[in-house]
Nanobody, 123 residues
């Protein structure tokens, strides 16, 4: 599976962005998908994940209620809708895929990674 993330940019605090992650391959629907982020000088951290069917979603406490992960298996794409953005959301956002029924929250749970897309939130 190859992953291509897009949709990042510069936005003011309180604004919104929608990230997309397009996957290659015909078996996208059997992969759990997630978003991680990495701020300068910090470790990569879990943001959100979605099961292969889209029936289960998981969020980091820091984004719960503001971010929504979703997927369209017909388009081989996973999305991250980010609302009420804060300066501390500034980071490079990465999508990841794992051939599991239930997504994990650790980097080692994922086999495939996209190249990352920069999100910058100004105060």
């Amino acid at each position: 599976v190859q992953l291509q993330a897009s949709g990042g940019g510069l936005v003011q605090a309180g604004g919104s962005l929608r990230l997309s992650c397009a996957a290659s391959g015909r078996t996208f629907s059997i992969y759990s998908m997630s978003w991680f982020r990495q701020a300068p000088g910090k470790e990569r951290e879990f943001v959100a994940a979605i099961s292969w069917s889209g029936g289960s979603t998981y969020y980091a406490d820091s984004v719960k209620g503001r971010f929504t992960i979703s997927r369209d298996n017909g388009k081989n794409t996973v999305y991250l809708q980010m609302n009420s953005l804060k300066p501390e959301d500034t980071a490079v956002y990465y999508c990841a895929a794992a051939r599991t029924l239930r997504p994990g929250r650790l980097l080692r749970d994922y086999d495939y990674w996209g190249q990352g897309t920069q999100v910058t939130v100004s105060s």
